[in-house]
């Protein structure tokens, strides 16, 4: 047999032509594989290494480069690893635990006084009649400059402060109601006037909603804030990525797909109809993880400690199981937060709400950290059209 090679972190990161923190990337993502090395050092798989070289290499000469998997820029907010997301060294599925969404933005957003001592900000403004949440949330950033006269500054001690200011009116503006100094997951427990099992399950939700790494709306917010843009507008574009389909709607795909389990409903031919009819299975697989999404299953694990007895919850081990067997998939966040609504027959836009709640803290999150970089994102894209003669 072979004995396979190791590289030092020096040697991989120089074959790749990357900085340390790419390589380490690549590894978390499960692209190079590592072992211990003398000392405290790591090292590194040099098949793996060259076999990535190699796909990078393949992916230029083809005038292309994928849409996601290699890191574009360095974060010190959230690392995706086979456990779930990591805030800033923290475990999401440990937090989610106890902690409340407050709780984790002051440890995202590096808070060394708590911004949430301030007063909540005043009502939003009157809009028409007929709004989603969505929209509504979005009218009332954009009218944010009418509440705060410092809508545009970008000095770092008040950052923080606007960044709960900005929580607390964007959370009453989903639910439409008035914003005040109360948890987030206390506020949506009150507007929806769930027991307490279910106000515990929301702040856990939140939690593991708050930031996933460079996601499209992460991106997009982090995009703005490059530019200089102001807190409420780097929101905006945040939203904006995030209520395309692809995004935020997919826990709206995963509610609809368990609205057509009831009581006497047989799980395996309900799956095996959508397997031959070659139907995705909303709310499971993920892009990022290779097994399962912790996230999903952290929730999924407290869902059924909270509520055994559930018609609907004894059901869910073997909605899990059978999708496994026939799709070969499990359940992912958008799942668990489905899971969630339709235990305690919430509205059907709860679990969009939630993850859009939570996301509302990582967009601050990015923000705050790109004021603090020089660079202006600018990628550059491979040019595959026409050229002249």
Avoid at 20 to 46: C, H, Q, W
Avoid at 140 to 145: M, Q, R, S, T
Avoid at 150 to 156: D, G, K, S, V
Wanted: with cysteine.
């Amino acid at each position: 047999m072979t004995k396979p090679i190791f590289l030092s972190a020096r040697e991989a990161a120089a074959e790749l032509g990357v900085q340390p923190a790419t390589l380490y990337a690549y590894v978390s993502r499960g692209l190079i594989s590592s072992v211990a090395g003398p000392g405290k050092k790591r090292r590194y798989d040099a098949a793996d290494v060259r076999r990535l070289k190699g796909r990078r290499a393949s992916e230029d000469l083809a005038g292309t480069r994928p849409l996601n998997g290699d890191p574009v820029l360095e974060t010190e907010l959230t690392l995706i690893s086979e456990s779930g997301p990591v805030y800033r060294g923290r475990l999401a599925t440990d937090l989610a635990e106890t902690s409340t969404l407050e709780t984790v933005a002051t440890l995202l957003w590096k808070c060394e006084d708590d911004p949430f001592d301030e007063a909540a900000p005043v009502a939003a403004p009157e809009m028409p009649e007929g709004l989603g949440p969505l929209d509504r949330l979005m009218m009332a950033l954009a009218a944010w400059p009418l509440q705060d006269k410092a809508a545009f500054t970008q000095a770092p001690k008040l950052l923080q402060i606007k960044g709960a200011a900005l929580l607390r009116y964007g959370v009453a503006a989903l639910l439409n109601t008035r914003p005040v100094a109360v948890p987030v997951h206390s506020q949506f427990a009150e507007a929806l006037g769930v027991p307490a099992a279910a106000k515990n399950l929301m702040r856990a939700a939140l939690v593991l909603s708050a930031d996933h790494e460079l996601n499209t709306s992460a991106f997009a917010a982090r995009c703005a804030a490059s530019t200089r843009a102001p807190l409420h507008a780097a929101l905006l574009s945040g939203l904006g990525a995030f209520t395309g389909p692809r995004h935020g709607a997919a826990s709206d795909r995963a509610s609809a797909f368990l609205a057509e389990i009831g009581p006497e409903t047989d799980i395996e031919s309900l799956l095996s109809d959508r397997l031959s009819r070659g139907e995705q299975l909303p709310g499971f697989g993920h892009s990022i993880y290779r097994e399962e999404d912790p996230r999903g299953t952290c929730l999924l694990d407290l869902l059924l400690k909270a509520e055994p007895d559930n018609a609907f919850v004894r059901k869910v081990p073997q909605i899990v199981g059978v999708a496994r067997d026939l799709f070969g998939i499990t359940p992912n966040i958008d799942f668990a937060l489905a899971a969630v609504q339709k235990t305690y027959g919430l509205p059907r836009d709860t679990g969009k709400l939630l993850f859009c709640a939570g996301r509302i803290t990582g967009w601050i999150a990015h923000a705050l950290e790109q004021y603090a970089a020089p660079e202006q994102i600018r990628p550059r894209a491979a040019y595959v059209g026409e050229r002249p003669e």
